[in-house]
């Protein structure tokens, strides 16, 4: 790899890494409307926020199974949210309701392009690293 090439590899790496988004977590909606939680299984990434919205006539609540969140009773247009951290599944019902029930499975978070940017910039800089050093005469060529 010559010097050139290793200059603009490492621009478009820098590239990449400027360009892609920072990881950020997203919100997702859920409806409660028909003494149901709409969608009654969702799944998230860690960092998720999730909005529940009352949008029946008569109060409801969101009270995880394990105890991680408790909405309150919310009235009619009322919300409630909720930032999941670690992965794992998340039973969780209408306090008032015991039937109304549903499931929020946390994933980990996908890596962001940055990540892979950094391995691609330190895989480059390593195989240039190690043809600068043959062409000096430090290290053999392989056969």
């Known amino acids: 790899m010559n010097s050139r090439l290793s200059r603009v590899a490492f621009g478009l790496c820098v590239a990449v890494l400027l360009l892609s988004p920072a990881v950020r977590a997203d919100t997702v909606d859920v409806s409660i409307q028909g003494f149901a939680f709409i969608p009654q299984d969702l799944t998230v990434t860690q960092g998720t926020t ?35 951290g670690p992965s794992g599944m998340h039973p969780y019902h209408c306090e008032i309701h015991p039937s109304m029930i549903a499931t929020i499975t946390v994933e980990d978070e996908v890596p962001s392009a940055s990540i892979y940017a950094l391995i691609i910039l330190a895989a480059m800089l390593l195989i240039a690293g190690g043809y600068v050093l043959v062409k000096r005469g430090k290290l053999p060529a392989s056969a």
């Open 50 to 84: 999730v909005k529940w919205t009352n949008l029946d006539g008569g109060p409801h609540t969101s009270t995880s199974d394990d105890g991680v969140w408790d909405s309150g009773t919310l009235s009619t247009g009322q919300t409630y949210t909720f930032t999941f």
